[in-house]
């Protein structure tokens, strides 16, 4: 059973900075860490999950217009973990951030970590 832990959350002020990261483990028959593919999500209070930020296992990248030019996605297969650097913070930034690995048709969901950007 793959496992996602994520950690790097917490209170930042507006026009901060956050580094978010996602260790992965429990991989078995084969398929290795690399051959997931990688999304950070995320759920505001009273609103629905919305996906922040894709990583193929080809290295492709996708994010949401709303977090374009202010969040990188990165991952580190020797490491077994993906990244959301999160700069130029905004209050509606805030939110519980999830990652994601996806395998065909099956998904694995962490724990989720609460970024509160306030002053």
């Known amino acids: 059973q793959v496992q996602l832990v994520e950690s790097g959350g917490g209170l930042v002020q507006p026009g901060g900075s956050l580094r978010l990261s996602c260790a992965a483990s429990?991989?078995?028959?084969?398929?290795?860490?690399?051959?997931?593919?990688m999304t950070w999500n995320r759920q505001a209070p009273g609103k629905e999950r919305e996906l922040v930020a894709t990583i193929t296992r080809a290295g492709d990248i996708n994010y949401a217009d709303s977090v374009k030019g202010r969040f990188t996605i990165s991952r580190d297969n020797a490491k077994n973990t993906v990244y959301l650097q999160m700069n130029s913070l905004k209050s509606e930034d805030t939110a519980v951030y999830y990652c994601k690995a996806r395998r065909s048709i099956f998904d694995y969901w962490g724990q989720g970590t609460q970024v509160t950007v306030s002053a």
């Open positions: 429990g991989f078995t028959s084969g398929f290795t860490f690399s051959m997931y593919t």
